[in-house]
């Protein structure tokens, strides 16, 4: 796959913003507790899924609605005490949602996104999320991971929230650095076997700017997050913080 490059309640609604970087993502209200689950593929109404998936979780964000509004929608990423609030939409189109946020507005801002081969449902043992790093309107889209490279701030803020449409996740932060585009596929979905999972952690680790003291292992779930970084090598630079579910 070509390298991506990313540049420099009754009822819930989302509701469209106007054209400022700070406010081009939807807002989603939290919805009524009652509200019919999100159903799997092959479910219907008359035949309901006999494992319904939550709708709700500590994102606050109302998954069914999301879905109705985009259907690329996959998930709902947070990070508590900054910006980073935004939906996620499961995409090969990766050129438009670069330039288009979630509502289809045409926006450098863009979506998060994730590729097509990631797997969600089963879940795969790696879910990676790409952002764009906005440096204008005070802390938009990714641009918050770069504050990761001080420790201080890691401690402050180790929990990520991440709902998608098959599960309601917590993770914290383990690892966090920088690399090049195309050094090594910190996105890769699947591993061949044990040792190849436990090659990609142990290389995540050693890579992190600092020891945060968390342990993971080939048992684990991971959430990959990756956005620009043109401190570290220019336009090749990357930033990727790394979580492990709780």
């Given at each position: 796959?070509?390298?991506i490059v990313l540049p420099d309640p009754p009822t819930a609604t989302v509701i469209?913003?106007?054209?400022?970087?700070?406010?081009?993502?939807?807002?989603?209200?939290?919805?009524?507790?009652?509200?019919?689950?999100?159903?799997?593929?092959?479910?219907?109404?008359?035949?309901?899924?006999?494992?319904?998936?939550?709708?709700?979780?500590?994102?606050?964000?109302?998954?069914?609605?999301?879905?109705?509004?985009?259907?690329?929608?996959?998930?709902?990423?947070?990070?508590?005490?900054?910006?980073?609030?935004?939906?996620?939409?499961?995409?090969?189109?990766?050129?438009?949602?670069?330039?288009?946020?979630?509502?289809?507005?045409?926006?450098?801002?863009?979506?998060?996104?994730?590729?097509?081969?990631?797997?969600?449902?089963?879940?795969?043992?790696?879910?990676?999320?790409?952002?764009?790093?906005?440096?204008?309107?005070?802390?938009?889209?990714?641009?918050?991971?770069?504050?990761?490279?001080?420790?201080?701030?890691?401690?402050?803020?180790?929990?990520?929230?991440?709902?998608?449409?098959?599960?309601?996740g917590e993770y914290n932060v383990f690892a966090v650095f920088n690399m090049t585009?195309?050094?090594?596929?910190?996105?890769?979905?699947?591993?061949?076997?044990?040792?190849?999972?436990?090659?990609?952690?142990?290389?995540?680790?050693?890579?992190?700017?600092?020891?945060?003291?968390?342990?993971?292992?080939?048992?684990?779930?991971?959430?990959?997050?990756?956005?620009?970084?043109?401190?570290?090598?220019?336009?090749?630079?990357?930033?990727?913080?790394?979580?492990?579910?709780?």
């Amino acid at each position: 796959m070509p390298a991506i490059v990313l540049p420099d309640p009754p009822t819930a609604t989302v509701i469209p913003t106007n054209e400022t970087a700070s406010e081009d993502q939807p807002t989603v209200k939290p919805a009524d507790s009652n509200m019919a689950p999100v159903l799997k593929p092959g479910a219907t109404e008359t035949q309901p899924d006999p494992n319904p998936q939550p709708v709700i979780g500590k994102t606050g964000a109302d998954l069914v609605t999301c879905k109705a509004a985009n259907d690329d929608f996959i998930a709902w990423l947070k990070i508590p005490g900054t910006k980073i609030n935004y939906p996620v939409v499961l995409t090969d189109n990766v050129d438009y949602y670069l330039t288009h946020t979630f509502t289809g507005k045409q926006s450098k801002v863009g979506t998060l996104f994730s590729l097509g081969r990631t797997d969600y449902e089963t879940p795969g043992q790696n879910i990676a999320v790409y952002g764009h790093h906005i440096t204008t309107g005070g802390g938009n889209m990714f641009q918050p991971l770069l504050s990761y490279k001080k420790q201080s701030f890691w401690e402050r803020h180790q929990t990520v929230y991440f709902d998608t449409l098959y599960d309601l996740g917590e993770y914290n932060v383990f690892a966090v650095f920088n690399m090049t585009l195309g050094e090594w596929d910190v996105a890769a979905a699947g591993f061949a076997d044990e040792l190849a999972f436990q090659a990609f952690l142990t290389r995540a680790q050693a890579a992190s700017l600092y020891d945060t003291g968390i342990i993971v292992d080939t048992q684990d779930h991971i959430l990959t997050l990756i956005t620009c970084d043109r401190s570290y090598h220019g336009k090749e630079g990357r930033f990727i913080v790394m979580a492990v579910k709780q």
